[in-house]
Every structure is written in structure tokens, then in C-alpha cells.
């Protein structure tokens, strides 16, 4: 080509296009942990791919709307942030489960239960992180192809999750990746986030657009669907309430939200279709869960049981990739 021609074509092709900076993590010096830091506007969140790929503070406006880890060194786990749950989300009967005549036993950590999957604490890799403008995105990947993660879920494949700020919007998109493999990978995926009471519990309110209540006995769920009653399906306080319970029928359409109304501002927890289940965990403690999940808890064992609806167990056949998302849109902020 003449190369006067390749110059005009590369700046048409460029113009008006901001190339985005590499995104560095800081390295905290006592406890070794790498930080990375995504900003946008009024929005600043943080972030450990190497404690479990947990964003463990989200900032707007200045307000924090996470409960914090005393250090840095206490992100890997369910303790704090928003940790992520999988394969196995929440819990999971008697730490085991049987999928395709093939027996997976976990080490039991919540009695006799297995309880919030096993990537948690795993170190994923970083892949890209970039800045630009008003946009900042990570991904990271985490493989069961070998090492103890392949030991303890024995379906060779790779996860990944891409996280993207921008002003005022958090979203989590995770992807299974099973193209290599030669059988499939039962799984689900969920967010467990950790959130603040920022003003007063009772000021506080939560809309759970579900349409089941799962029946639970030891905070298991039975495979029964029951209709929701109020004050399901409509705004309520969180002031008294004592939830732990798995809700089914979540879609696209009909965020769950949160509405600080003291504070101003509210969040809506969007998710894309495979988030049918939603788990509302409203502890006596200074923050509460709204839990983003693909399946229902102890999904492989209600899957086994023919219990399929109920379950909603996510099954990425060999060739396939596999992808979803959960997004939080935080408004109202800025006026407070």
C-alpha cells in the first residue's frame, strides 16, 4: 500500500478514539496485597485479583457503600466487599454432590455443609486492566484445568470475570469458558455482597422482584417454589428483618433496589437472564446481602433430584462458552 494511503487509512481509523492507559495496581507494604484502583467520575472502587477477585470498596461521591476489611489482608473469603461465589454458590448438602455418575465431595465448612464455592481465596490472573476517560475495566481468569482448584471440582475449564466503572455503574460479567473440554461443567456463579447501612437501618428499604419463595429446611432449599406475599414484591424496611432465604424468578426487566431514603440515593441491581435466583440476607449486623445468584443454593444436589426448574444449574457442554452479567446502577448520589 502507498504509504501515504496507510497514514490517511490509520487516522481515519483512529480519530477520535482516546487509547486507554494501562491500569497498575499499588502494592500495600504490609500485608503485599496489589490494589487495583478503577475510577470514573464521581465512582472509585477497588479491587484484589489475587484475594479471591474481590471488590471490596465501592466509593460515590465520597460515600462508601461497603463494609470494609480491617486489613488487607482479611479480603480473601466471604467477610467483606463482594466476594465471588463458584462454582458452587452458597451452600451445598453435605458437602458433596454426584453429576454424571461422577462424585464431588468438598471439605466441609458450615457444619456438615459445604458453603460458598471455591474461588473466593484463589489468586486470578489479571489479563488487562485499563483506564480511559470515564471508563475503567479489569479481567482476570481463574483455571480448573489443573492445580487445587481442578483437585477439589474436577471439570477442566477456565473462568473469567470482567469488571467495568463508570460513572455511577458497577458490572461484574463473568464468562465459563468450555471450549477445550470434553465433557460438561456443571456450575453456578453469584456475587455475595457485603452492603453498609449508610443511614439508618429502619430508612432502609428493599424490593425484591421475585416471584417464588424457595421452601427451606436448615436454610437448604426443598425444590419447592412457593408464591411470594408481602411484603415480597414491594418496597419494605429492613428495619427487624431476620432473612436468609433463596428467591426465584428474578428477570432482566425487574431489578431488585435498594433505596436509602435518609441518605438519597438508591441502587438497582440489574442482571441479565441467567440471575433467576436471589438470595436477601438481612443478618443483626451493620450490613446486609442482596445476593445475584444463576442457580438456587445446593443447585447440583436439586439438579440430581430432578428438581432441574428449581435449580437452575448452569451446564456449559464441551465447545461452549458461557457468559452473564450482574450490574449495580447507583442514582441520586450527586444530590445529596
Known amino acids: 500500500m502507498n504509504p501515504k494511503l496507510l497514514a490517511v487509512t490509520l487516522t481515519s481509523l483512529f480519530a477520535g478514539t482516546a487509547l486507554a492507559d494501562e491500569l497498575k495496581p499499588v502494592m500495600d507494604r504490609k500485608t503485599n496485597v496489589a490494589v487495583y484502583e478503577l475510577s470514573a467520575g464521581n465512582t472509585v472502587a477497588k479491587f484484589c485479583p489475587g484475594q479471591g477477585a474481590n471488590l471490596f470498596s465501592i466509593e460515590i461521591d465520597g460515600t462508601e457503600l461497603l463494609w470494609l476489611p480491617k486489613s488487607l489482608s482479611e479480603i480473601g473469603g466471604v467477610s467483606c466487599g463482594v466476594p465471588i461465589l463458584y462454582p458452587t454458590p452458597n451452600r451445598v448438602r453435605d458437602a458433596e454432590f454426584t453429576y454424571a455418575g461422577r462424585k464431588v465431595t468438598f471439605e466441609a465448612n458450615a457444619g456438615k455443609n459445604f458453603i460458598h464455592g471455591l474461588v473466593n481465596r484463589a489468586k486470578w490472573e489479571v489479563v488487562e486492566a485499563t483506564i480511559e476517560n470515564n471508563l475503567s475495566t479489569i479481567r482476570c481468569t481463574c483455571t480448573f484445568k489443573d492445580g487445587a482448584l481442578a483437585e477439589k471440582f474436577p471439570f477442566p475449564h477456565d ?177 445529596r
Open 159 to 335: 473462568v473469567s470475570l470482567t469488571i467495568t466503572v463508570r460513572p455511577g455503574v458497577i458490572r461484574w460479567e463473568y464468562e465459563v469458558d468450555n471450549s477445550a473440554g470434553q465433557e460438561s461443567v456443571p456450575f453456578g456463579f453469584a456475587l455475595h455482597p457485603y452492603f453498609r447501612y449508610v443511614g439508618q437501618r429502619k430508612q432502609t428499604y428493599l424490593t425484591v422482584p421475585a416471584t417464588h419463595l424457595m421452601e427451606s429446611v436448615d436454610k437448604l432449599p426443598s425444590g419447592e417454589l412457593l408464591p411470594v406475599k408481602p411484603p415480597i414484591g414491594k418496597p419494605m424496611s429492613l428495619e427487624g428483618t431476620k432473612y436468609d432465604d433463596v428467591f426465584y424468578g428474578m428477570t432482566p426487566e425487574t431489578p431488585a433496589r435498594i433505596d436509602y431514603r435518609d441518605v438519597g440515593f438508591q441502587i438497582d441491581i440489574h442482571a441479565s437472564k441467567e440471575f433467576t435466583h436471589l438470595v436477601v440476607w438481612t443478618p443483626q449486623r451493620p450490613f446486609f446481602g442482596v445476593e445475584s445468584q444463576t442457580c438456587s443454593t445446593d443447585a447440583h444436589n436439586l439438579y440430581a433430584s430432578g428438581n432441574e426448574k428449581a435449580a437452575h444449574l448452569q451446564i456449559c457442554r464441551p465447545g461452549e462458552k458461557l457468559t452473564g452479567w450482574v450490574e449495580y446502577t447507583v442514582t441520586g448520589a450527586s444530590s
